[in-house]
T-cell receptor, first 113, second 111 residues
Framework: DARVTQTPRHKVTEMGQEVTMRCQPILGHNTVFWYRQTMMQGLELLAYFRNRAPLDDSGMPKDRFSAEMPDATLATLKIQPSEPRDSAVYFC???????????FGQGTRLTVV | GENVEQHPSTLSVQEGDSAVIKCTYSDSASNYFPWYKQELGKGPQLIIDIRSNVGEKKDQRIAVTLNKTAKHFSLHITETQPEDSAVYFCAAYTGGFKTIFGAGTRLFVKA
């Protein structure tokens, strides 16, 4: 049963700390997305990669957020330093260009206090 | 850039009734329109999609319609059941693999 795996599922951290969220895309998918979900903003696209190369990260606050794909089985989203306004659910999704459908992980619920 | 508007934000129906959620998009180049269902504590899951060369698609109790001229697309759920209660998102794919989501509709199905 192929699925996108995200870790951790929940994270509580203090303001100013570094947060790293990880995602294992579905094997064979060549596109990875990071979304942020809040009640106020809905689903916002933060960044996406194709074949591990960043294609668009215009939705991401550049001063504190960074996204990478060290290899085809791992995508990371880092926040440094974290702020209370970063509290949200962060979703990773993967897909294949030819079919356009995105498969979402379970999300990481981040709380910054 | 693409903008997707979704209505209503909340919808409450009686079990067995139909539910309709409507979306509009702005970019005429958009060619793929998926619908996602998100249950509590889970990520969105694709439930049905439609491409721009098709006007209607049906899968059991759910159907989608697309009006390219008016840039409207809709989700129809018939014979609703309590397990249909969730948040539903429409989306438009603008090419370059960028999918823009609507704000979501919270559907309540009352038993």
């Amino acid at each position: 049963d192929a699925r996108v795996t995200q870790t951790p599922r929940h994270k509580v951290t203090e303001m100013g700390q570094e947060v790293t969220m990880r995602c294992q895309p579905i094997l064979g998918h060549n596109t990875v997305f990071w979304y942020r979900q809040t009640m106020m903003q809905g689903l916002e696209l933060l960044a996406y990669f194709r074949n591990r190369a960043p294609l668009d990260d215009s939705g991401m606050p550049k001063d504190r957020f960074s996204a990478e794909m060290p290899d085809a089985t791992l995508a990371t989203l880092k926040i440094q330093p974290s702020e209370p306004r970063d509290s949200a659910v962060y979703f990773c999704a993967s897909g294949h260009r030819e079919i356009a459908e995105a498969f979402f992980g379970q999300g990481t619920r981040l709380t910054v206090v | 850039g693409e903008n997707v508007e979704q209505h209503p934000s909340t919808l409450s129906v009686q079990e067995g009734d139909s539910a309709v959620i409507k979306c509009t998009y702005s970019d005429s180049a958009s060619n793929y329109f998926p619908w996602y269902k998100q249950e509590l504590g889970k990520g969105p899951q694709l439930i049905i999609d439609i491409r721009s060369n098709v006007g209607e698609k049906k899968d059991q109790r759910i159907a989608v319609t697309l009006n390219k001229t008016a840039k409207h697309f809709s989700l129809h759920i018939t014979e609703t059941q309590p397990e249909d209660s969730a948040v539903y998102f429409c989306a438009a794919y603008t090419g370059g693999f960028k999918t823009i989501f609507g704000a979501g509709t919270r559907l309540f199905v009352k038993a």
